[in-house]
Every structure is written in structure tokens, then in C-alpha cells.
């Protein structure tokens, strides 16, 4: 069966760090891309960032850059996502996704709450 689950989520302080897990199971990890994306309350999807199948390439979406990292452990079968500098607008539930065997596959989601 194949499996994402997430999890580092938690309530952090404006200006705090985070760095979330995923956890990959029943797929070859290696074999393909995979990206985190983001629901705020009351808010559609938002693209995070993402990673090649190789992890040679890194993409995020610009409110992102500099602040966040993304990067995967092909041994451990697990993506990460590094969270940095973090706002409150940073505040959502955080999904990791992947297109795998044709099929678009999610997490469960971990929430982030950014907030004094």
C-alpha cells in the first residue's frame, strides 16, 4: 500500500523554526518527485516547494525562498521540509504529495501554528 505521513508539526513562535517529516512507504521513493503543499484556515492548496526524483533540483513557491528547504533521504525513504524564519501567514495544515503510479497520493497532514 503505498503511504505518506507527515509529521514535525506544532505551534512555534513568529520568527521560530520547524522542520517537518514524510514519511514514504509501498513505492520506490528515488523514483519520483515529490512537493509539500499547504492549506490555511479557510483557504484553498497552496504549492510549497518540490524536488526531482534525484533531488538535484529544488523549486518553491516565492513567499518561501530563502526561508524554507526542502530535501529528501532516499536511504530513509522520508521527504523534509526546513522551515525557517516562520510567520504567521505560515500558519496551515502541510501535506506532503506525490504523483505516484499515476495516482495523486497525499499525507494526512501536519499542522503548523505560528503564533505568540
Known amino acids: 500500500e503505498v503511504q505518506l505521513v507527515e509529521s514535525g508539526g506544532g505551534l512555534v513562535q513568529p520568527g521560530g523554526s520547524l522542520r517537518l517529516s514524510c514519511a514514504a512507504s509501498?513505492?520506490?521513493?528515488?523514483?519520483?518527485?515529490m512537493s509539500w503543499v499547504r492549506q490555511a484556515p479557510g483557504k484553498g492548496l497552496e504549492w510549497v516547494s518540490a524536488i526531482s526524483w534525484n533531488g538535484t533540483s529544488t523549486y518553491y513557491a516565492e513567499s518561501m525562498k530563502g526561508r524554507f528547504t526542502i530535501s529528501s533521504d532516499n536511504a530513509k525513504n522520508t521527504l523534509y521540509l526546513q522551515m525557517n524564519s516562520l510567520k504567521s501567514e505560515d500558519t496551515a495544515v502541510y501535506y506532503c504529495n506525490g504523483r505516484i503510479r499515476m495516482r495523486d497520493t497525499w499525507g494526512q497532514g501536519t499542522q503548523v501554528t505560528v503564533s505568540s
Open positions: 509501498g513505492f520506490t521513493f528515488d523514483d519520483y518527485a
